[in-house]
């Protein structure tokens, strides 16, 4: 059994540092404690990537030891999307800088973006302001981003020809990524997790494949027919380059690394088995050899008919939608891997009374360990920022009571 209990104050946080990335394995029996004097306990097996378990619980931020499924006091909180347009003082700064690509390439305002939320909620997660396709160029795909159309590839790639444009990523063309993140580090210090992010893949070829957004991805669902040698080909360029990517955050900052394939969903289940998991399973186990200590998420828009599948890439965290029941997915899951998510974005909305109630909710379904608290999407534009701010004031206030020494949940409570 365990309650979770609602306190005014905020649960303080130990001392957090990162370590430099090693090898380790580890199997075994998780013993902490917690506020109340109650002991947790949890038996996982976290594929052998990850430190012993006391060095990790006293050393690091409360969101990296949720995602490895370390005791925590509290499931952490932070937003998809939480910078951005809903924010009074994103849209000022956008309006003197009105170019995204300036925003997210310039390294000044990179900071000053993806700090904006940590001044104003202080969430657990302070993540990077950039995008999935910032990395294109490096690796030989130019883009532009176009007021109504979005993301625009002039020469996309779909054929044998069109492969000869690429080459290995040059990652001192995504110098202000790196710099973004090691400033980002020392401004937020020991106080959150810095998370960096990806593109999976398959979502990525979609852009390049199609030239841009698509509403029915014919194109490139088409060349798993037709050109499955091209495609494959490209894909595999892809892993090699996000690959790289991902050990360059973690070797800049980054704590941990969220792998967004938003368009996985879009694939049946058996296609998804072809054409995405196996490039994101080799993604994971590459940067394990590097960075065993970095957890990685996974999260798939639309992704309640994908979810065994993709614990089987081998990540540490799903990311389950806002259309998954998280007690659903949590036994869908089982408890040996963590979860994040998954408030319905909408409920930012209403009533705070409301918005309460169903945090609540979806961390009593999680369970109370390897849960990280967050939406089910990203932030939607004109979501209110006392919403936000109470969302985080919520997250803060919860605390873990006691669990079962299965790690099962058999029965949760609530106190005001």
């Not at 030989?140 to 020469?155: A, Q, R």
Request: proline share 7%.
């Amino acid at each position: 059994m365990f309650s979770l209990h609602l306190s005014l104050l905020t649960p303080s946080r130990p001392n957090m540092s990162f370590p430099s990335c090693s090898s380790s394995s580890s199997s075994f029996l998780q013993v902490g404690f917690l506020g109340n004097g109650v002991s947790f306990y949890s038996t996982r097996n976290r594929k052998s990537r990850h430190r012993s378990p006391m060095a990790s619980f006293s050393s690091d931020p409360l969101l990296v030891k949720a995602a490895r499924g370390d005791p925590v006091s509290r499931p952490p909180a932070w937003m998809m999307r939480q910078a951005g347009r809903y924010m009074a003082v994103y849209r000022k700064l956008a309006e003197k800088y009105p170019s995204f690509r300036e925003r997210s390439e310039t390294t000044d305002l990179i900071v000053e973006i993806s700090l904006q939320p940590w001044k104003s909620f202080r969430p657990d997660g302070v993540i990077i302001f950039s995008d999935i396709l910032t990395p294109l160029p490096a690796f030989g795909v130019p883009f532009d981003i176009e007021e109504v159309k979005g993301p625009v590839i002039h020469s996309p790639i779909c054929s044998q020809e069109g492969l000869k444009m690429l080459h290995p990523i040059d990652l001192e063309k995504l110098h202000f990524v790196g710099d973004s993140l090691r400033i980002l580090r020392k401004e937020v210090g020991d106080k959150a997790a810095i998370l960096g992010f990806v593109g999976a893949p398959w979502t990525i070829a979609t852009y390049i494949v199609e030239g841009g957004t698509t509403r029915t991805y014919t194109t490139i669902k088409s060349m798993c027919h037709t050109a499955p040698h091209v495609l494959k080909t490209l894909l595999s360029h892809l892993t090699q380059a996000i690959s790289d990517y991902i050990i360059y955050q973690v070797n800049s900052g980054a704590h941990c690394i969220q792998i967004f394939d938003s368009w996985g969903g879009q694939l049946p289940p058996d296609m998804w088995e072809l054409w995405s998991k196996p490039y994101i399973k080799e993604i994971v186990s590459t940067v394990r050899k590097k960075c065993p200590h970095t957890p990685l998420v996974l999260y798939i828009n639309g992704n309640g008919g994908l979810l065994e599948r993709m614990k089987g890439t081998g990540v540490d965290v799903i990311g389950l939608d806002w259309t998954v029941d998280m007690e659903d997915g949590r036994r869908r899951l089982g408890n040996d891997i963590s979860v994040q998510g998954n408030v319905d974005p909408a409920y930012l909305f209403s009533p705070h009374s409301v918005l309460t109630d169903e945090i609540q909710r979806v961390v009593k379904s999680a369970g109370p360990s390897g849960h990280i608290l967050n939406l089910g999407h990203g932030v939607l534009v004109g979501t209110p920022e006392d919403a936000v701010a109470h969302f985080f004031d919520v997250a803060r206030s919860l605390e873990y009571d006691s669990t079962c020494v299965d790690g099962t949940v058999k029965k949760f409570e609530s106190v005001v």
